[in-house]
């Protein structure tokens, strides 16, 4: 089976309690659709984990390129690789577990995924007026981790593809942590091209809560850090 989830933030015990609840094995993928690092405690770990699942696919979030961004502006300044390293590491709280593969990893990730009946993207694509998808090669990273637009209600993409997403967290529109669907009928079904996008962010640092769901069956599934 395949799961997605986004912004999981650093939150590595909580991850480990919804691989544990949905059986994950070599059999299924998980997508994890950005903001894996940053205000969780366990960033790297988290990273590390991730990397280290050979099913396991990554894109970046805004986390994740404010964090490159940092990076390459040190590597522009300086020739001292072993410092840069020592600065990364302050950048977590976690940090000693960084490596170079890790920031290697991080550096090479895409930035959208796109599937026979579905797009993952980690806060929203590109529109034309009429709702249309434009070419997502002519996406800027700037739109695809950034922009809030894509979580209003209203904004309901034309395509025949679901648009899986993240980064503003679910509870700011309905004041719950659970995933939202949009389907494009009245009715809701259970495939994932009855759905025009899936808004997946569970605000997990601060919620304790992280959830994914089932690309083939739509079912949802919720692990809790027992500390919040």
Same mark, same amino acid.
């Given at each position: 089976?395949?799961y997605?989830?986004?912004? =999981? ?14 059986k994950?094995?070599?059999? +299924? ?8 690092? &940053? ?9 590390n ?7 396991a ?14 990076y390459?502006?040190l !590597?522009?300044r *300086?020739?001292?690789? +072993?410092?840069?390293?020592? %600065? ?7 940090? /000693?577990?960084? &490596?170079? &593969?890790i920031?290697d990893?991080?550096e090479?990730? =895409? ?10 993207v /980690?806060?929203?694509? =590109? ?19 950034y +922009? ?9 993409? %034309? ?8 980064? *503003? ?7 719950? &942590? ?9 009715? %809701?079904?259970?495939?994932?091209a009855d759905y025009?996008?899936? /808004?997946?962010?569970? !605000? ?12 083939? *069956?739509?079912?949802?599934f919720?692990?809790? +850090?027992? %500390?919040?």
């Open positions: 089976m395949q997605c989830l986004s912004d =999981p933030h650093g939150c590595y015990g909580v991850v480990c309690r919804l691989l544990e609840k949905i994950f094995c070599e059999r +299924d993928t998980l997508y994890v659709l950005g903001d894996f690092i &940053d205000k969780g405690p366990e960033s790297v770990r988290l990273a984990l991730l990397f280290t699942l050979p099913n696919v990554c894109i970046v979030g805004n986390h994740e390129y404010d964090f490159l961004k940092y390459q502006g !590597m522009q *300086t020739a001292d690789y +072993d410092g840069v390293l020592q %600065k990364l590491r302050a950048y977590f709280s976690d940090g /000693h577990l960084l &490596d170079w &593969d920031v990893r991080l090479a990730l =895409p930035f959208f995924l796109e599937r026979e009946d579905w797009i993952g /980690h806060s929203g694509l =590109p529109l034309r007026a009429d709702g249309t998808l434009l070419p997502l090669q002519q996406a800027i990273p700037e739109q695809l981790v +922009d809030r637009r894509f979580k209003d209600p209203d904004v309901l993409p %034309k395509s025949e593809k679901c648009i899986l997403y993240g980064h *503003t967290p679910v509870r700011y529109l309905t004041g719950r &942590d659970e995933i939202l669907f949009y389907p494009r009928n009245a009715q %809701k079904r259970g495939t994932i025009r996008k899936i /808004h997946l962010d569970m !605000m997990t640092s601060k919620s304790g809560v992280l959830g994914c769901v089932c690309i083939e *069956t739509c079912e949802c919720y692990a809790r +850090d027992p %500390k919040f």
